[in-house]
């Protein structure tokens, strides 16, 4: 019995010297550093500078009434990078407005009926007929030499506002200026803030000179009639997006980098 009892007690000693060395603080020196950090968010802030803002808040780019085959409209807009960050595409949207006609009401409804029926049926309505009416040119600006020299569009290719607003880009606007499927207007180096780009814009209301028919009297009526008193509102949005993220090594790196075009 004493031998289990003294095996007991040095069991439980050697236990409460384990613990008694596991548990102690016995360290006396020691430093300590401080780490701080702080943030700011750059701005992505571009305006048209050339326009004049409706009521709504958009601007203006065409206004315009008792209109012809055969007119054009020729219009520039001025883009700017007002923020502090670097514009990396500028994306355009098409915001379809609303068509106005009373079609009974015009000369000769009642002979260009069929002509209109042939429209509807080629193009799906008589709004994407008479969108396709309206042919574009896009053309920017080269900013060293400040002239509207460089062509968005395939020259020789017919680009309407059908198409703008189908988005037919293939075969009618320049490979460089299609960004996943989107109308892109900046340039390969974007905007630099600060930096300004033009565009100008060509609507032409394409004079078509098909007839009805090919006999007298009103067969020599031009299919172009139908639209006569016709209007419609057409809206573009411009959407301006920023870089991809960089990784920044240095303080102050991409304060200065954000606002510049890296290149590839």
Request: aromatic share 10%; no cysteine; glycine share 12%.
């Amino acid at each position: 019995m004493e031998m289990k009892k003294k095996i007991g007690v040095g069991v439980l000693t050697g236990m409460i010297g384990l613990s008694l060395v596991g548990g102690g603080t016995w360290a006396a020196f020691n430093d300590v550093e401080q780490l701080s950090g702080s943030f700011a968010t750059g701005e992505l802030d571009f305006t048209i500078t050339d326009r004049t803002a409706g009521e709504d808040g958009s601007f203006v780019l065409f206004e315009d009434a008792n209109l012809k085959p055969g007119d054009e409209l020729h219009r520039t807009i001025t883009f700017r990078n007002n923020g502090s960050l670097h514009i990396d595409k500028l994306l355009v949207h098409v915001d379809e407005g609303v068509f106005a006609q009373d079609f009974s009401s015009i000369p000769n409804s009642a002979e260009l009926s069929a002509a209109k029926a042939e429209y509807e049926g080629e193009f799906g309505s008589i709004e994407d007929a008479f969108l396709d009416q309206f042919v574009i040119t896009f053309l920017e600006s080269d900013r060293a030499a400040g002239n509207l020299v460089n062509p968005v569009t395939i020259p020789g290719a017919r680009f309407s506002l059908l198409d703008l607003k189908e988005k037919n880009y293939t075969g009618k606007i320049r490979s460089e200026y299609i960004t996943n499927g989107d109308l892109d207007l900046s340039t390969t180096r974007g905007l630099e803030v600060g930096d300004q780009d033009v565009i100008k814009f060509e609507i032409e209301f394409e004079n078509d000179d098909e007839r009805i028919g090919s006999g007298g009297g009103t067969d020599r009526l031009f299919k172009q009639n139908v639209f006569q008193g016709a209007s419609m509102n057409f809206g573009l949005s411009i959407e301006a997006t920023q870089d991809e993220g960089f990784v920044g090594t240095e303080d102050g790196e991409l304060e200065t980098r954000n606002g510049l075009y890296q290149g590839n």
